[in-house]
């Protein structure tokens, strides 16, 4: 059968069929993300985008452990608290690790320039964010591919992760420290109308992110409850 004999309809389709697989082969591929996040994230995180977070140390290290397994660069710009040993334990190779802890007001600039040479770069803005400085980095990751994750809002953001029912343990009575968390992660996008969500163990005991395989029972003195 030639192009001749096919109807415009079909002729439509199938352009666009060569189309969307030309454009398929194009697109980079996300940069990997926990296998318990990916399905609620489109499969990992999208080059050129920015995602907003919800202030975590244990989600930010969680986050930057697929990427950097896979063997690329991250850095982390004004969160001073993010602790080298706690991300290792993550499984964020430290070798492969910028950390910038405290540059006040040029948060903006370092950040621009990390953006040029690092694939995933987090960063907690120092005050409020301008809609036209967001557009102008906006602009730097989709050039570069890289990816951006914020310690709070950001304007036009992919997607915001947030946590919530937070449910620690380790302490017994009187004695004790913490050591896991069960916590509910969830996910709204710009791509899809509903949010979705999981219960998660994050930090696990090792300090990485765990589903949870079973209901974990616990004395009401050895469990502190938040909200958030």
């Known amino acids: 059968m030639t192009d001749a004999d096919l109807s415009k309809g079909e002729l439509l389709e199938r352009l666009r069929a060569q189309v969307t697989s030309r454009e398929a082969r194009l697109r980079p591929s996300p940069y990997p993300a926990p296998a318990e996040l990916a399905g609620l994230l489109d499969g990992g995180l999208k080059p050129g985008a ?66 040029e040479a690092v694939p995933v770069v987090a960063v907690r803005p120092y005050g409020r964010v301008r809609e036209a400085d967001a557009a102008r980095l906006a602009s730097r990751l989709r050039d570069r591919g890289s990816v951006l994750l914020v310690d709070g809002a950001w304007p036009r953001a992919e997607a915001r992760v947030t946590l919530g029912e937070a449910c620690w343990s380790g302490v017994g009575p009187g004695h004790g420290y913490l050591n896991s968390r069960e916590v509910t992660v969830t996910v709204s996008s710009r791509r899809l109308p509903a949010a979705r969500s999981v219960r998660l163990v994050l930090p696990s005991p090792d300090g990485r992110l765990a589903p949870i395989d079973r209901p974990v029972v616990a004395e009401p003195a050895a469990v502190l409850r938040a909200v958030g």
Not at 65 to 84: D, K, L, Q, T, Y
Not at 88 to 98: F, I, K, P, S
């Open 50 to 115: 920015a995602y907003s977070l919800d202030t975590s140390g244990a989600l930010l290290a969680a986050l930057l452990a697929g990427p950097s397994a896979e063997g690329h660069w991250c850095a982390v710009v004004g969160v001073p608290e993010f602790g080298a040993e706690a991300a290792g334990h993550a499984g964020v190779v430290l070798e492969r690790l910028v950390l910038v802890p405290d540059p006040a007001d040029q948060w903006l600039a370092v950040t621009a320039a990390l953006v």
